[in-house]
């Protein structure tokens, strides 16, 4: 579940799939490198500005000032600053050596702002309340436990949040007035990891809380908010699974929007009647998700985005009517992470796009006025010349359609037909979007070498029956998409099919090593970012509030037959098989695919007679996040496609 104050950051969605890496004989302790070259003070000197350039997220409006809080990183780590108008400085408020997960002002006083932080990135979330009057910081949690998911009150006066306190499995969830921790108290004890806080009604008096089960399966509460009584809105005797996001209180408190896949393939805004549970579906004309929805504080306006093959187009709907109004025009891009400002009007959101790194920009929907309140630097690089993406639909093995985007290195500059690196999102309920490379703009412009992100099947955005179609024992279709997608590759005249490196992280870690076992041969190389690499194992070692998550998508190892059929299709089973050389980069304290399952990997291979490079950052967890780390890593992921891949 999305904790609130984590918004869409750009560059902590690149750790997962983008690899980085330290140099060889580096004073560091931090890094463990094993079999990789040093890496030469010349490379390390060209990659610099690739690696400057900078992104920024908006994280919160002032609730009385047309001013706002974001997170950018000037040093190792992301770190809150306030930006007081458009375009304006950045003052920096926290100054941790740890990233900052999020931060919120509270409502109403504006006097102090509540930010979440771990620790070597362990994802043990903590909460802390900076007073801005003195600029003391209070912990508000328990320093031990999982604390995610934190939603403020209309008021300002409670915050509603998930922990793992109790027994360090089920999220249960807490209030607290922030002000004063001695209030923290358990309001609902619940079973299971999936559990979230979706909203306050005005009145502070009742709760929208979520229960996640799977990427196409959750259910929707309300709860009082003294008591913690609940009451199910959402069926649980339905013939269909539905998956519900959202859930935001009507001003009147009698309905809540919601968006759900019930009763079709995509996501729909729907009004759900509280009284008698009815749904009134508000965008059937869209035939695509709508995501990242939000109610303006009056309650007047819903500003939602339709994910539409990847790209998101920005729409407003009247909330009494459902009847869509005029949106402002935004600038050429991917917007999301949507909040509105307690005026009502104005509208905040990230945007990126192919030539642009993440920015903050708002829109006044009474004008369609729209600023962009802060510029990131590209160190120095002209970002007019960096490659535009290009759709990419293909015929899979059973003639389902994969969507996918290519991106491809100017051919005056390197002619021929190119190598191409195939990148694989995590999740795997997740989506690879045409946005910003970032520093794979190297690989593109310095390197020659076409980047191509596939959305397999199990990815989210192409309705609710595509995102099953991995699940339990369909597991290796996936990996069978990107077979055909090397058979496409043969095609391409651009592109030589003879120079292919298979990578991804997390989920995606999974797929490459797959990939490496069942088409080694039609690889040359290959990168694994904190990947799975025995569904066993993962499943018996990963953290406990997590477990269950995960058994729902990739099957319960307890089932002797499912057991059986994880064992058979873990690439730790098929070592022999791969043959050509493999990166392999892990984060020590990573909650999610623990460590064992990059050093269970590293042994087989090398036991074998295999190369592999292995990178574990002692600092890091389920991907690098400090700067000095996914530098590192770049640096040696350049070294070794110049290795393996170009030549």
């Known amino acids: 579940m999305p904790d609130r104050f984590v918004p869409f950051r750009f560059a902590a969605l690149c750790v997962l799939f983008i690899f980085a890496a330290q140099l060889s004989g580096a004073s560091d302790d931090t890094l463990v490198m094993e079999g990789i070259p040093e890496i030469p003070a010349a490379l390390k000197n060209e990659l610099r500005l690739y690696a400057g350039i900078r992104g920024a997220t908006m994280n919160s409006w002032h609730p009385a000032r047309r001013e706002m809080l974001i997170s950018t990183r000037f040093g190792n780590t992301p770190q809150l600053h306030w930006v007081k108008f458009p375009g304006g400085a950045r003052k920096q408020m926290t100054f941790s050596e740890e990233p900052i997960g999020g931060g919120s002002f509270s409502p109403g006083s504006g006097d102090s702002i509540l930010f979440s932080q771990d620790t070597g990135g362990q994802e043990f979330h903590q909460y802390y309340r900076l007073n801005l009057s003195d600029l003391t910081q209070t912990l508000i949690t328990d320093g031990k436990s999982r604390n995610t998911g934190a939603r403020w009150s209309r008021s300002g006066k409670w915050l509603a949040y998930t922990s793992t306190r109790r027994n360090g499995k089920d999220n249960d969830i807490y209030v607290i007035d922030p002000s004063d921790p001695k209030t923290n108290r358990i309001l609902i004890e619940v079973s299971g990891g999936g559990w979230g806080v979706a909203d306050w009604s005005y009145d502070d008096q009742r709760l929208i809380v979520s229960e996640y089960i799977s990427a196409n399966e ?180 059973d003639g389902l359609q994969i969507s996918s985007t290519i991106y491809r290195p100017d051919p005056k500059k390197f002619p021929g037909r190119r190598p191409a690196l195939i990148s694989i999102h995590g999740g795997p309920e997740s989506q690879s979007r045409p946005g910003f490379q970032g520093r794979y703009n190297y690989l593109l412009s310095e390197m020659g070498i076409a980047l191509i992100y596939p959305n397999v099947r199990g990815s989210t955005g192409y309705g609710k029956t595509f995102v099953t179609l991995d699940n339990g024992f369909k597991r290796e279709d996936s990996v069978k998409d990107i077979g055909a997608l090397l058979d496409w590759i043969k095609t391409d005249a651009a592109l030589d099919a003879e120079r292919v490196c298979v990578s991804g992280g997390s989920y995606g870690g999974y797929m490459s090593l797959a990939c490496m076992v069942h088409y080694n041969e039609r690889l040359r190389c290959g990168i694994d970012v904190v990947g799975i690499s025995n569904f066993i194992s993962f499943l018996k070692n990963t953290q406990d509030y997590r477990r269950d998550l995960r058994r729902a998508e990739y099957g319960d190892e307890r089932d002797p037959a499912m057991n059986e059929h994880l064992g058979k299709i873990s690439p730790l089973n098929h070592v022999s098989k791969i043959t050509k050389p493999l990166f392999v980069v892990q984060g020590k304290n990573d909650p999610r695919v623990p460590l064992s399952e990059a050093e269970q990997m590293v042994k087989a291979i090398r036991g074998n007679g295999g190369a592999v490079w292995y990178m574990m950052a002692k600092d890091e967890g389920h991907g690098f996040s400090k700067k000095k780390n996914t530098d590192a890593q770049f640096q040696a992921t350049v070294l070794f496609l110049r290795e393996y891949l170009l030549k």
């Open 218 to 397: 959750s259910y929707l509460y309300l709860a009082d908010a003294q008591s913690g009584k609940r009451e199910l809105i959402t069926p649980k005797d339905q013939p269909e699974k539905i998956l519900y996001g959202g859930g935001r209180f009507s001003k009147d408190g009698r309905s809540i929007f919601v968006t759900t896949d019930k009763g079709g393939e995509f996501h729909r805004l729907a009004r759900v009647d509280l009284e008698t549970k009815e749904h009134t579906f508000l965008t059937s004309h869209i035939s695509w998700d709508i995501v990242d929805t939000e109610l303006s504080p009056d309650g007047s306006k819903l500003a939602f985005i339709s994910n539409e093959d990847g790209v998101g187009v920005l729409h407003l709907m009247d909330a009494q009517s459902g009847k869509e109004i005029s949106a402002p025009k935004l600038p050429a891009g991917l917007p999301f992470n949507l909040e509105w400002h307690a005026n009502s009007r104005d509208l905040a959101f990230n945007l990126s796009w192919a030539r642009a790194s993440s920015d903050v920009y708002s829109a006044d929907v009474s004008t369609g006025v729209v600023e962009r309140w802060t510029e990131s630097e590209a160190a120095g690089l002209n970002t007019d010349v960096f490659a535009l993406p290009e759709p990419l639909k293909i015929k899979s093995f």
